[in-house]
């Protein structure tokens, strides 16, 4: 059972949204992933999201995790005007959730007219990071997932790396 578990975790189910979404400080490889998915689908635009950043914001010149994965997406030439940045606040618990509450207030008082979305995640946060968004958009979207592999461990063998133990479990 546990030897399955990354591929439980890392559920990929999009939904052909036109929004795709990345919640929280993203590592570049999954920045990179997303430009070729946006590229190879029908999305009209990337929402980052995410809240406070706790260490470093003094010397790294941005506030919040959404600023610095949007700061990301432009250094690598992703057209700036495709990308939304929706910074959060300082929560402590329930990042994700806040997050998902945050793109959901933003939607409505734009008046986006989106009845899709996808959400990118790292390999074993997709399917909790699915659950929240689903759970904050309740039945007003449906929320699709895009799982990126983590090249820092390997998922058929994940524990036995620092690394894959600590993203797994």
Same mark, same amino acid.
């Given at each position: 059972?546990?030897?399955?578990?990354?591929?439980?975790?890392?559920?990929?189910?999009?939904?052909?949204?036109?929004?795709?979404?990345?919640?929280?400080?993203?590592?570049?490889?999954?920045?990179?992933?997303?430009?070729?998915?946006?590229?190879?689908?029908?999305?009209?635009?990337?929402?980052?999201?995410?809240?406070?950043?706790?260490?470093?914001?003094?010397?790294?010149?941005?506030?919040?995790?959404?600023?610095?994965?949007?700061?990301?997406?432009?250094?690598?030439?992703?057209?700036?005007?495709?990308?939304?940045?929706?910074? #959060?606040?300082?929560?402590?618990? +329930?990042?994700? @959730? *806040? %997050?998902?509450?945050?793109? &959901?207030?933003?939607?409505?008082?734009?008046?986006?007219?989106?009845?899709?979305?996808?959400?990118?995640?790292?390999?074993?946060?997709?399917?909790?990071?699915?659950?929240?968004?689903?759970?904050?958009?309740?039945?007003?979207?449906?929320? #699709?997932?895009?799982?990126?592999? +983590?090249?820092? @461990? *390997? %998922?058929?063998?994940?524990? &036995?790396?620092?690394?894959?133990?600590?993203?797994?479990?």
């Amino acid at each position: 059972f546990l030897k399955f578990i990354p591929g439980f975790l890392s559920v990929n189910k999009p939904n052909g949204g036109t929004i795709l979404v990345l919640d929280g400080m993203m590592p570049d490889f999954s920045i990179k992933e997303a430009i070729h998915v946006y590229n190879s689908g029908n999305y009209d635009l990337i929402v980052v999201t995410g809240g406070k950043i706790q260490t470093g914001y003094f010397i790294g010149g941005y506030q919040t995790m959404a600023e610095v994965t949007a700061a990301s997406f432009l250094k690598m030439g992703f057209d700036k005007e495709k990308i939304i940045s929706i910074p #959060g606040g300082e929560y402590k618990r +329930d990042r994700t @959730y *806040n %997050s998902a509450v945050s793109l &959901k207030k933003w939607i409505k008082e734009n008046n986006i007219n989106v009845k899709k979305i996808d959400v990118l995640a790292v390999g074993s946060h997709a399917r909790r990071s699915r659950f929240l968004f689903a759970r904050a958009m309740e039945k007003e979207y449906e929320v #699709g997932i895009i799982s990126v592999k +983590d090249p820092a @461990y *390997n %998922s058929d063998n994940w524990w &036995k790396s620092s690394v894959g133990v600590r993203t797994v479990l």
